[in-house]
């Protein structure tokens, strides 16, 4: 028995769909760039081998396509990080699981770091509309409740008092990140990876040293 023939409308979907992954190609390289600033429609019509007209039933303006691609970055990220957690076994694990996978996703995605911090043409604070703004900074939390949860165990905090402990090793992730990109870490003789691991190791302390103390008391 043959497959059902395709209806005209999802042939429509499959061709609007097309459409909309040759433009954000498109315009990721035209961000690469351009930047968030410099990017224009035209520009990303340009490179689609399109008119500008095609984008506007597809995508209202520059920012909308902009933090489309945001959204697909942390939307494979938290997929990225979420894998690596699950196979930690204590809260510390998972903590550093998460981390790590931050980290390294970042590190094989590098054009999607300078996306996250809209970073193409020097830091400045951007935004890309407040709607679109509010719902990435809630995808981005998503990802980063993978840090914040077992955090609370392993540093002993309530869920309120969490937010600065994540935005403490966010910033100093991110900050090894744009050293080792930028190649500042090399004359150092480090990179990202060792740095996570300092910075993990003062984030709990307490935490090992009362494993520690557990150890060697099963031990006597």
Wanted: contains cysteine; positive net charge; proline residues 4%.
């Amino acid at each position: 028995m043959g497959k059902p023939a395709t209806s005209a409308k999802d042939w429509s979907n499959v061709v609007k769909g097309a459409k909309r992954e040759l433009l954000l190609r498109a315009a990721r390289d035209e961000f690469a760039e351009q930047g968030l600033e410099g990017a224009t429609m035209r520009g990303i019509a340009v490179r689609a081998g399109c008119t500008t007209g095609a984008i506007y039933p597809l995508f209202e303006s520059k920012e909308a396509i902009y933090a489309e691609l945001l959204k697909q970055s942390l939307a494979a990220l938290d997929a990225f990080v979420s894998e690596a957690v699950a196979t930690a076994r204590t809260p510390e694990a998972q903590v550093e699981a998460a981390c790590g996978a931050f980290l390294n996703y970042y590190l094989d995605h590098r054009f999607e770091i300078n996306l996250g911090l809209y970073a193409f043409r020097g830091l400045k604070r951007l935004g890309v509309g407040k709607p679109s703004d509010d719902e990435l900074n809630q995808a981005l939390w998503k990802v980063l409740e993978r840090i914040a949860v077992p955090l609370t165990e392993v540093r002993g905090l309530k869920p309120s008092e969490v937010r600065p402990s994540v935005a403490l090793l966010t910033s100093q992730m991110i900050g090894a990140l744009v050293l080792q990109i930028a190649g500042r870490l090399d004359f150092l003789d480090t990179n990202a990876q060792t740095l996570l691991r300092m910075m993990l190791a003062q984030c709990f302390p307490r935490a090992k040293r009362a494993r520690v103390r557990a150890a060697r008391k099963s031990k006597q």
